[in-house]
Nanobody
Framework: QVQLVESGGGLVQPGGSLRLSCAAS????????IGWFRQAPGKEREGVSC????????RYADSVKGRFTISRDNAKSTVYLQMNSLKPEDTAVYYC???????????????????????WGKGTLVTVSS
């Protein structure tokens, strides 16, 4: 049974930092990606970042480039999202998800990695406010 558990959310002031963690278990595919997504109140869920287990290649939404960094610790089966220079518009519930990747995307995160995800965590709330 695939399980994804997010942690690390909380309240932070604008300009501050948080590190989210996604502990994954039970996924048996050889080639897969793990993505971070977020959903703000009244808005659709959007992709934030993605990392492939094959070569560690990554993708970022334009809105977070230069501020957020995705990384992985394979030994701990955990993916992290380091979020710096946080803005009020980053306030959202953050979810991690995982799904297989194949030769169509060169075994990397596809451009539309949202569509590749098959399993989702329950989310962790990030609030950026003074």
């Amino acid at each position: 049974q695939v399980q994804l558990v997010e942690s690390g959310g909380g309240l932070v002031q604008p300009g501050g930092s948080l590190r989210l963690s996604c502990a994954a278990s039970g996924f048996t595919r050889d080639y897969y990606a793990i993505g971070w997504f977020r959903q703000a109140p009244g808005k659709e869920r959007e992709g934030v970042s993605c990392i492939a287990n094959t070569d560690g290649s990554t993708r970022y939404a334009d809105s977070v480039k230069g501020r957020f960094t995705i990384s992985r610790d394979n030994a701990k089966s955990t993916v992290y999202l380091q979020m710096n220079s946080l803005k009020p518009e980053d306030t959202a519930v953050y979810y991690c998800a995982t799904g297989p990747v194949d030769r169509d995307s060169d075994y990397r995160c596809p451009q539309r990695y949202y569509n590749a995800m098959r399993y989702w965590g329950k989310g962790t709330l990030v609030t950026v406010s003074s």
